[in-house]
């Protein structure tokens, strides 16, 4: 396994992807994390991120002097590489030209990360993004790669196993990094690859049923991936030890609340309890029109709701949470100031404290795609596997303004033919997210000879990684003529359609 230090990068989390893309564990951890800890891990190799800091800035981040005498190689990208010449007793001098961007790295001598991979003399297309250099290496080091402005591009000690590249292999604009980091885990630190979403599933399955025993587990099912996942591998490890609870809020997309029961209850024998509480969110949520009070009042009847159905299981000891890795990082900043709260997002925290359970957790350790590979893994429809994000407050923030029943049959049916178009195009897999908004506005057009007078709705659809930025989708126009077309004719109460042409930042995904 290997441990990879963050140093507030914003692409530590594509090295972990990218070193799981090729078959080896990893973890992230902060580099404030007590030594101890690193050492505990048993990491067969070490990598340094980048990060914001300069190596001279007061109170800049240091590696812990255990990373270098744990006799396992160590890999130092960017500011890493700077922060092991600074430690190891090299030189690095603030730069005054930065390298952003597009660079040509040029390979100067073979090492063990360029083992049948770069050849001396190749110049290879490499992602910078740095401003200090490396002037002076640390003994033991050479140069094996430079680039126009930093002639200390990449650095090797074959001896200790320590590297250093001042470029970034973990974003796809350095196109053969992924294979750099690969011959690092497998070449230098002799690993072997063989971790796969089957061996995570049996060792999943097995940690599930240590941790439960014979004890009951509840699972909250929303539809949506994680939280299928999550079910069908815990029902796989404890049978009906476990019971998911269904609240339908009222706000689910076309049939949605129907396939969800059929899914879990008949297709896998799942116990499922499904509660239709669409009168109280809905009654609750009447005249309801800030986005804030929104979210906050369907958090809070779904805690309310769920609890009173989780408290109908007996003896339950432990709930069961679909959280993914990325929430559970230890994250570092160095811009310090308090985070503003852009929307509150709803899921069931604080639920467990509230009913005295354990949590269950099995998908904590993965990222998103990576359950993607796991429901497939333990057979679940592609269909369901391969869903866009479905955010928990549903379609009442995407009915902006006041939300009534017409109003939210209406975008359901707009919905449901924007994505039916979406998928016969052959568009579905690529988009991130895609979805229909109702506006709260309506406008005058004509539907056969007469005058109608009906709502506007706007279509949504972006591509994205994470879902913390995002970019609004080319549609060709002919595509957006043919939805168009299809909602104003087929949806009675809408008759205007709009593309939302907006990024993230500044727009959000959703329109509250
Ligand atoms: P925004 O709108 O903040 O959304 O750009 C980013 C992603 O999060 C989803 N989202 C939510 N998911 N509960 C959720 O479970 C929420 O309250 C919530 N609000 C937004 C959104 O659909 C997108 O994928």
Redesign the pocket.
């Known amino acids: 396994r290997v441990l990879i230090l963050d140093f507030g990068s914003q692409f530590t989390q594509l090295i972990a992807r990218r070193v799981r893309e090729n078959g080896v564990y990893c973890e992230i951890y902060p580099c404030t994390v007590d030594p101890s800890r690193i050492a505990d891990f048993g990491a067969d190799a070490l990598i340094l991120s980048g990060g914001p800091a300069s190596v001279f800035g007061e109170g800049s981040p240091q590696a812990p002097t255990v990373v270098f005498e744990l006799g396992v190689p160590v890999l130092g990208i960017c500011y890493g590489q700077q922060l092991m010449c600074h430690q190891l007793g090299g030189r690095v001098d603030p730069s005054d030209e930065q390298e952003f961007g597009r660079a040509e790295l040029t390979v100067t001598d073979d090492c063990g990360i360029f083992d049948g991979l770069f050849a001396p003399g190749t110049i290879e297309p490499v992602w910078m993004n740095h401003g200090d250099r490396v002037m002076a290496l640390p003994p033991g080091f050479r140069v094996v790669g430079t680039s126009g402005n930093a002639p200390f591009a990449a650095i090797a000690d074959d001896e200790r196993r320590f590297y250093g590249v001042q470029f970034h292999p973990e974003v796809v604009h350095t196109p053969r990094g992924a294979q750099l980091l690969r011959n690092f885990t497998h070449k230098v630190a002799g690993l072997a690859g063989d971790w796969t979403m089957a061996a995570f599933k049996d060792q999943a399955i097995a940690r599930i049923r240590e941790q439960v025993g014979d004890g009951r587990v509840i699972c909250g099912l ?1 539809g ?1 991936v994680d939280s299928s996942v999550a079910a069908v591998l815990i029902h796989e490890a404890i049978g009906d030890q476990l019971t998911c609870v269904f609240v339908d809020h009222g706000l689910l997309r076309a049939g949605e609340g129907d396939e969800v029961v059929s899914m879990f209850r008949d297709a896998y024998n799942i116990p499922l309890i499904a509660r239709d509480a669409s009168d109280l969110f809905l009654g609750e949520l009447d005249g309801v029109d800030d986005p804030e009070v929104k ?1 906050k009042t369907i ?1 809070r009847l779904f805690i309310d709701v769920f609890q009173e159905e989780a408290d109908k299981i007996k003896d339950a000891r432990f709930l069961a949470q679909g959280t993914l890795y990325p929430d559970v990082i230890e994250s570092v900043s160095f811009t310090g100031g308090p985070s503003v709260t ?6 069931v925290g604080g639920l467990p404290e509230r009913m005295n359970l354990q949590l269950v957790e099995p998908l904590r350790e993965l990222f998103k795609d990576e359950v993607r590979a796991l429901g497939r893994e333990l057979g679940l429809p592609e269909r369901l596997v391969g869903r ?6 549903g379609l009442a ?1 995407r009915v902006p303004g006041t939300i009534t029943r017409e109003k939210l049959d209406i975008l359901r049916k707009a919905d449901a033919i924007y994505i039916d178009e979406i998928r016969k195009a052959g568009l579905y897999d690529v988009i ?2 895609a ?1 229909t908004v109702l506006l709260p506005v309506r406008t005058v057009g004509v539907k056969g000879d007469a005058r109608s007078y009906e709502y506007a709705c706007a279509l949504r659809a972006v591509t ?1 990684t994470d ?2 930025t ?1 970019e609004y989708y080319p549609f060709e126009h002919e595509f957006l003529r043919r939805v168009s077309t299809r909602i104003a004719n087929e949806v009675r109460g809408i008759n205007r359609v709009t593309y939302d042409i907006t990024s ?1 930042p500044p ?6």
């Open positions: 929303s949506g979210r958090g852009i929307k509150s997002h709803h899921n866009h994000p479905f955010p928990g407050p923030i991130w997210q979805f994205s879902g913390m995002a993230k727009g959000t995904i959703e329109w509250e």
